[in-house]
């Protein structure tokens, strides 16, 4: 096969083909090197076209017809005649053991895919794309920056639980959302940084930001983000809601007097997932269950149906049909039948006495439409 041929297959510019090494069904080796005839010595500036001696490198290319391609890049070493210094050469189209058509492939499938599925793909190493996609992240980064942001999340998780924390910050557009950055802890501090370092034009154009509970995340968020629509996440806002669930299955399944053997109430032990699902997600049979458990204990049929009409929230259509469901609760409470749910509703409709002055945000969940840290949270 002529080199002329396997130069219009590979497609890199100022890269002469040699050799094919190997020509097989499944795979293609293509010795190559650099046009050019001399290179410019990096220390005095001076033309070098005397080749001290040539190392040969491996480098893997996007597969030619369907094909696993590999390049030897005989890389020449250059000697300087006026200083005597000598170094490698390097080429645009090369970056590492990668082409560089082929690292940005597997940046672009990194975004959409794990790792280790893009590298299964292109036949290269986890680490190795790991490493690519390390590298490229600030030029992608800077990218994203550049467009305009109409809905951001904001989240933290944890890169190793309980030690090392990162806020992690999605744009949405349309129907996906793509990673804008993961700043360093989890403090108001570290997302000023973040919204400072953007700017205040690309601030000005975000309309709708959610987060969790957080009052750092608050603090940074009205510094920077004061003109956009603030809403709290529906996960974490769940999670407060099933707090006062779980505290009255906690007391229900304690058996009287102490010292009882077992100590606790096995059936409704087992039933403690269940009951934290949303009754319009139950199967006949798991309605069933509980229906049998609630008529040994109507207790918890009242915490259980409480937490279904704050699920009403998020089940509404709109604002009205949420404050609605609230109205509902808010008679439930009224029984007294349910101390556990004093905090929640402290912070909920007491909302000028809480801490987090929560009531707004949740509520404006609706208005601003429906957006959540799914994203994050998967």
Same mark, same amino acid.
């Given at each position: 096969?002529?080199?002329?041929?396997?130069?219009?297959?590979?497609?890199?510019?100022?890269?002469?083909?040699?050799?094919?090494?190997?020509?097989?069904?499944?795979?293609?080796?293509?010795?190559?090197?650099?046009?050019?005839?001399?290179s410019r010595c990096p220390f005095c500036g001076f033309k070098c076209r005397r080749v001290h001696? /040539?190392?040969?490198?491996?480098?893997?290319?996007?597969?030619?017809?369907?094909?696993?391609?590999?390049?030897?890049?005989?890389?020449?070493?250059?000697?300087?005649?006026?200083?005597?210094?000598?170094?490698?050469?390097?080429?645009?189209?090369?970056e590492g053991k990668l082409t560089r058509r082929l690292a940005r492939r597997l940046v672009s @499938?990194? /975004?959409?895919?794990?790792?280790?599925?893009?590298?299964?793909?292109?036949?290269?190493?986890?680490?190795?794309?790991?490493?690519?996609?390390?590298?490229?992240?600030?030029?992608?980064?800077?990218?994203?920056?550049?467009?305009?942001?109409?809905?951001?999340?904001? @989240?933290?998780?944890?890169?190793?639980?309980?030690?090392?924390?990162?806020?992690v910050i999605v744009i949405v557009s349309g129907d996906s959302g793509e990673l804008l950055a993961?700043?360093?802890?989890?403090?108001?501090?570290?997302?000023?940084?973040?919204?400072?370092?953007?700017?205040?034009?690309?601030?000005?154009?975000?309309?709708?930001?959610?987060?969790?509970?957080?009052?750092?995340?608050?603090?940074?968020?009205?510094?920077?983000?004061?003109?956009?629509?603030?809403?709290?996440?529906?996960?974490?806002?769940?999670?407060?809601?099933?707090?006062?669930?779980?505290?009255?299955? !906690?007391?229900?399944? /304690?058996?009287?007097?102490?010292?009882?053997? &077992?100590?606790?109430?096995?059936?409704?032990?087992?039933?403690?997932?269940?009951?934290?699902?949303? &009754?319009?997600?139950?199967? @006949?049979?798991? !309605?069933?269950?509980?229906?049998?458990?609630?008529?040994?204990?109507? /207790?918890?049929?009242?915490?259980?149906?409480?937490?279904?009409?704050?699920?009403?929230?998020?089940?509404?259509? @709109?604002?009205?049909?949420?404050?609605?469901?609230?109205?509902?609760?808010?008679?439930?409470?009224?029984?007294?039948?349910?101390?556990?749910?004093?905090?929640?509703?402290?912070?909920?409709?007491?909302?000028?006495?809480?801490?987090?002055?929560?009531?707004?945000?949740?509520?404006?969940?609706?208005?601003?439409?429906? &957006?959540?840290?799914?994203?994050?949270?998967?």
């Amino acid at each position: 096969m002529s080199s002329d041929v396997m130069r219009v297959r590979l497609g890199l510019r100022q890269v002469r083909v040699l050799e094919v090494a190997v020509d097989a069904p499944g795979r293609l080796v293509v010795a190559v090197e650099a046009a050019w005839s001399w290179s410019r010595c990096p220390f005095c500036g001076f033309k070098c076209r005397r080749v001290h001696d /040539r190392r040969v490198k491996r480098v893997w290319d996007q597969p030619v017809s369907g094909r696993e391609t590999v390049l030897l890049w005989r890389c020449r070493r250059w000697r300087c005649e006026n200083c005597s210094a000598r170094h490698l050469e390097d080429h645009p189209e090369f970056e590492g053991k990668l082409t560089r058509r082929l690292a940005r492939r597997l940046v672009s @499938d990194a /975004r959409v895919m794990p790792v280790a599925v893009a590298a299964g793909r292109a036949g290269v190493g986890w680490h190795l794309v790991n490493d690519v996609v390390r590298a490229w992240a600030a030029l992608v980064g800077e990218h994203r920056r550049r467009r305009p942001c109409r809905v951001l999340l904001v @989240d933290e998780t944890s890169m190793r639980r309980r030690h090392r924390y990162v806020t992690v910050i999605v744009i949405v557009s349309g129907d996906s959302g793509e990673l804008l950055a993961m700043v360093p802890h989890r403090s108001a501090v570290a997302l000023n940084r973040f919204f400072a370092a953007g700017g205040h034009r690309w601030c000005a154009g975000v309309k709708v930001v959610v987060t969790d509970g957080s009052k750092a995340y608050r603090a940074a968020v009205d510094r920077h983000l004061g003109h956009a629509t603030h809403v709290l996440d529906r996960f974490g806002v769940i999670g407060w809601f099933a707090a006062g669930l779980v505290a009255v299955r !906690r007391d229900v399944q /304690r058996r009287q007097p102490a010292g009882v053997t &077992p100590a606790f109430d096995a059936d409704v032990f087992r039933a403690r997932f269940l009951l934290l699902r949303r &009754p319009d997600r139950l199967n @006949d049979a798991q !309605r069933a269950q509980l229906d049998g458990l609630f008529e040994s204990h109507p /207790r918890l049929r009242a915490a259980w149906e409480a937490l279904g009409e704050l699920h009403g929230l998020y089940l509404a259509d @709109d604002k009205a049909g949420a404050l609605a469901a609230l109205d509902r609760f808010t008679d439930l409470y009224q029984t007294g039948d349910l101390p556990e749910f004093y905090k929640i509703v402290n912070t909920l409709l007491a909302a000028t006495r809480g801490l987090l002055a929560a009531m707004p945000r949740i509520l404006a969940w609706h208005a601003a439409g429906r &957006p959540s840290n799914g994203r994050i949270e998967g």
